[in-house]
């Protein structure tokens, strides 16, 4: 307990401490505007847009399932760090070496690696299944499918 | 972090029922957390995220406050000189690490996400505060994401100076977050302690977490490091691009010293506390002793990357001039105006016999971007202090 109250004043000292600073050296209105609506956007806008995703991929069989929503998720984290460099508004004509290369080509590369990479990991459970209900078949009665891979929860 | 309720269908939410919708809204809303069906959303999840999470967090603060107090050092920092590289492993480590720690943030939010819909938003005083510490922790750090991605893109659409910004809510985001280590460190220690006994599929997602993580320092980490450039095919930088193999932040059009740096009539004047006020001509400059330094430029940005350098030592100019062994001294450019117009240096940078007023970069006199026709170059040192097209040392 007394930990918790060491921890706490010194958090609340921190804060106190950044707060301070954004006041005195930080157009306090620009500021609260990107904090809050860093939090807005993201609560309001992204979060919805991932549970829709997987909204959209629920109907989709299980074991493809996992392997479509990683490869959405692994994407979209790349595409979110990459967005700045694709719409490219800090080129400037007399520094060419910055954003020096073509980011829309580059990531369109990277998500073809990724799609690609989905798509060898869905084949590969395809052949492992099929594999799998062929050796039971041959061994006389067991299950007729594979059976179903853990941890199957939608999601959402 | 949260409790999977069973689905439960409000009773007004059942067909035939007839309320008013205003008296509708609230019972669809107050069962919203109940709705989210994936087992995903659950303490361990958010537990092991969390620890990853705070990890990088650390880790970023660490790194910037090293970057901070280098550039605006207080009373109390003296940096050594060497090693060479510690800047440019610190400052790598903060943008590289930063980057790859945005999906572990995004993934944790996620999974705590049906806990922003708990009904009542606010039951006491108590909690109504605790969720405002949350609301720092969140705000704050997606802030310093956001503002940390834009920043290095070059695309400064804030209405603020982004290094001041950041570095102050870092402190929020700090403070935000050992508050909230404080209050859940029980939860989660029992929550990763228990082995779990049901058949969740965590271990995939978080699998899954890392390899985001993975991808976006795959894609950006040769713009530090050089071995990896091919790779870095969605960094801001790339190694070899630029005047002489070596990228430029800040061209010498931008700035408006083009005619000045290319004037025959350009001299470099040692002034100040010295015992023999130097001006010195670019022959008088290529007469003294010349050394050469393997020194990496690393920008605050995260880039970085090294080059051969030529010229005369700084503690060869300075002797010349005749200064005190505990000197400090002010290396300016010929930029009139900016923040990175002028740079300090002290006595264990300029003892140094790596640091040099560079002629020449990678076998070739510099290039104007680079700052002809004279620039500083140390080692351990911040892009932006490394001063170019240098006209006067002022010692005091």
């Known amino acids: ?156 | 972090m949260v409790r999977r309720p069973a689905l439960r269908k409000p009773a007004s939410l059942k067909p035939g029922a007839w309320k008013p919708a205003l008296a509708r809204l609230p019972a669809a809303v107050t069962t919203l957390p109940g709705r989210f069906t994936s087992r995903l959303h659950d303490e361990r999840v958010a537990s092991l995220l969390g620890i990853a999470l705070g990890a990088g967090v650390l880790v970023s603060f660490g790194t910037g406050l090293v970057s901070h107090f280098m550039q605006q050092p207080a009373g109390w920092t003296r940096w050594p000189s060497r090693p060479v590289n510690l800047y440019r492993v610190t400052q790598g480590v903060h943008v590289i690490g930063g980057l790859a720690t945005v999906p572990l943030l995004l993934a944790k939010l996620w999974t705590v996400y049906p806990r922003l819909w708990q009904w009542p938003p606010v039951g006491s005083l108590a909690h109504g505060a605790r969720r405002l510490l949350v609301f720092a922790l969140v705000g704050a750090a997606l802030f310093q994401s956001v503002t940390g991605v834009l920043n290095i893109g070059y695309w400064y659409a804030f209405g603020f100076f982004f290094t001041t910004a950041h570095y102050w809510t870092a402190y929020i985001l700090l403070g935000a977050l050992v508050i909230h280590v404080a209050g859940q460190w029980p939860r989660a220690r029992r929550a990763v302690m228990t082995r779990p006994q049901d058949a969740v599929g965590r271990r995939g997602f978080l699998l899954t977490v890392a390899a985001a993580s993975g991808a976006v320092a795959l894609t950006t980490a040769g713009e530090a490091a050089t071995p990896l450039a091919r790779l870095a095919v969605l960094a801001p930088r790339r190694p070899g691009n630029g005047p002489q193999g070596v990228p430029v932040n800040r061209s010498a059009a931008a700035t408006g010293v083009t005619s000045l740096a290319r004037d025959p009539g350009w001299r470099l004047t040692v002034t100040g506390r010295v015992t023999r006020p130097l001006t010195l001509t670019l022959a008088d400059l290529r007469a003294l002793p010349q050394h050469t330094a393997r020194l990496p430029i690393s920008c605050v940005e995260g880039w970085s990357v090294e080059a051969t350098w030529r010229g005369v030592r700084l503690r060869d100019v300075l002797h010349l001039a005749g200064v005190a062994g505990d000197a400090r001294v002010r290396v300016e450019s010929l930029e009139r105006h900016g923040r990175h117009r002028a740079s300090q240096v002290d006595p264990p940078h300029w003892h140094d016999p790596l640091t040099l007023l560079a002629l020449g970069l990678n076998g070739a006199p510099l290039a104007l971007d680079h700052g002809y026709p004279c620039r500083l170059i140390a080692p351990n040192r911040p892009g932006v202090m490394q001063t170019k097209w240098v006209h006067r040392v002022v010692v005091w």
């Open chain 1, 1 to 156: 307990m007394k930990t918790r109250i060491v921890a706490y004043a010194a958090g609340l000292a921190l804060i106190a401490l950044g707060l301070r600073g954004i006041v005195m050296d930080v157009p306090v209105t620009a500021w609260a505007a990107w904090f809050a609506g860093a939090v807005l956007v993201h609560d309001g806008v992204l979060v919805p847009v991932v549970l829709a995703a997987g909204l959209l991929t629920g109907p989709l069989p299980g074991r493809y399932r996992r392997i479509v929503r990683a490869a959405l998720l692994v994407g979209a984290c790349v595409t979110a760090v990459a967005l700045p460099l694709v719409l490219g508004h800090g080129r400037r004509a007399d520094e060419p070496s910055r954003l020096p290369l073509p980011y829309e080509r580059n990531l369109a590369v990277v998500l073809g690696c990724i799609a690609a990479a989905a798509a060898c990991a869905a084949v590969a459970r395809a052949v492992i299944a099929r594999a799998v209900i062929v050796h039971r078949g041959r061994r006389g009665g067991g299950a007729a499918r594979a059976a179903p891979p853990a941890g199957k929860g939608p999601g959402r």
